[in-house]
C-alpha cells in the first residue's frame, strides 16, 4: 500500500508546542478510552467465541455482579485504571504494558472511503465553519 | 437513481449537505463510512458557545469515528432496550431510524439517522439527551419527527435500510445488546 507523511493541521499545536484546544484534548481522552474499550472487548469475544469463557464465568472471576459486568462490557463510559486491569486480568490473564507513540508524523492510508463516494474531497468534515471565534478549532484532516 | 448517487450529489457542491466523517489521525484504519449532515457538522467543527460544548464537541468526533475505524460496537435492535449500547434502533423499529449514543461525560448527545447500506449510517440530526425527557415524551416525538423529515428531504424515495440481525447493519466488530 502507498503511504505518504504529511503534517495536518489538526496537529499543529500539538507539533508547535502552543496550548492545545479543548476539543483537541477531549477528543484524545475519548480515543484513548474508545481504544481500550475496543481493545479489551475484542478480547472477551475472542474468548466468548472460541467457548472459554462466558459473562457469568468473568463476573465470578473478578468478583462483580452479572449486570455490572454487562455495563462494562457495553460501554466504557464509568472504565477506571481498575476496570481495565480486572477485566484483561480476568479475561485473558495479562496486563496492559505501557508503550505510547507520537501522533505526529504518521503515514496517511490510502483507503479513505469506498469507491463509490465520488466527491469525498470535497466534503470531508474539515470543509466548512473556518472562522477566528474563540471557541473554534479548524478540524483538518489532511 | 440511487441511494449512493443520491448521497454523492448531496456531497457535492460548494455548500454539501453531507460531509464524510474521517479520522483526524492520519493512519488510522477506515473500516465502515459515515455520513454526517451540515448541522453535526457544525457542531464537530465549531465555533463552540462555550468552552464546555467545544469539549464535548471533541468527545462526540471520537465516539463517532470509532464506528468509521471499525472498533467494537454494541448495537441494540429492540426500541426502549438500548441503555448503554453505543446505538440502539428507535421506535418505530420498521422505519430503521437509530440513535448513536455519546453518554459520557454528561450531557449526552443522542445523534440521529439511519443506514444507507450496511456498514453506511447517515447521521442527520442531534440533541442533547436531558432536553428530549422520558422516551414517548413530545420532545422525543419531536425529535424523531426531525431526523424522518431530513431523511425523506434528502432520500425521498428511499427508507433507511432494516433489518433483524446486527450483521444486516454492520459486518464485523459489532455485538448485539
Known amino acids: 500500500m502507498k503511504t505518504s ?15 492545545i484546544p479543548h476539543a483537541k ?3 484524545f481522552q475519548e480515543r484513548l478510552r474508545n481504544r481500550l474499550y475496543h481493545f479489551v472487548v475484542s478480547k472477551f469475544l475472542e474468548e466468548e467465541k472460541a467457548g472459554r469463557l462466558t459473562r457469568a464465568d468473568l463476573a465470578r472471576r473478578i468478583h462483580k455482579r452479572p449486570e455490572q459486568l454487562t455495563r462494562w462490557l457495553n460501554t466504557p463510559g464509568n472504565w477506571t485504571f481498575a476496570t481495565l486491569s480486572d477485566l484483561l486480568l480476568g479475561i485473558c490473564g495479562e496486563e496492559l504494558e505501557p508503550h505510547a507513540k507520537s501522533v505526529l ?4 492510508r490510502n483507503f479513505v472511503s469506498p469507491t463509490w463516494i465520488k466527491e469525498a474531497s470535497a466534503s470531508d468534515t474539515s470543509s466548512p465553519a473556518a472562522t477566528s471565534a474563540p471557541h473554534q478549532a479548524r478540524w483538518d484532516m489532511r | ?5 443520491l448521497i454523492n450529489g448531496h456531497l457535492a457542491g460548494s455548500a454539501p449537505e453531507l460531509y464524510v466523517l474521517r479520522p483526524v489521525v492520519p493512519g488510522d484504519e477506515i473500516v465502515r463510512t459515515m455520513l454526517i449532515s451540515r448541522e453535526i457538522n457544525s457542531l464537530l467543527e465549531g465555533p463552540w458557545s462555550d468552552v464546555a460544548l467545544e469539549r464535548r464537541a471533541g468527545r462526540l468526533r471520537a465516539d463517532l469515528e470509532a464506528f468509521v475505524k471499525g472498533e467494537q460496537i454494541g448495537i441494540c435492535l ?6 448503554t449500547a453505543y446505538m440502539g434502533l428507535l421506535d418505530p423499529a420498521a422505519d430503521g431510524h437509530f440513535d448513536i449514543r455519546s453518554r459520557d461525560p454528561r450531557p449526552g448527545i443522542r445523534v440521529f439517522g439511519g443506514f444507507s447500506e450496511t456498514d453506511t449510517f447517515v447521521a442527520l440530526t442531534w440533541s442533547f439527551r436531558k432536553p428530549l425527557g422520558p422516551r414517548g415524551s413530545r420532545e422525543w416525538r419531536d425529535e ?15 427508507r433507511p435500510k432494516t433489518g433483524a440481525a446486527v450483521e444486516d447493519f454492520v459486518s464485523a466488530n459489532a455485538f448485539l445488546v
Open chain 1, 25 to 27: 484534548l477531549a477528543y
Open chain 1, 105 to 108: 508524523n504518521r503515514p496517511q
Open chain 1, 5 to 19: 507523511f504529511r503534517q495536518t493541521p489538526f496537529l499543529s499545536e500539538i507539533a508547535s508546542g502552543e496550548p
Open chain 2, 144 to 158: 424523531y419527527g426531525r431526523v424522518t423529515a431530513e431523511w425523506r428531504r434528502l432520500f425521498p424515495v428511499y
Open chain 2, 78 to 83: 429492540t426500541p426502549y432496550k438500548a441503555r
Open chain 2, 1 to 5: 437513481m440511487s441511494i449512493r448517487d
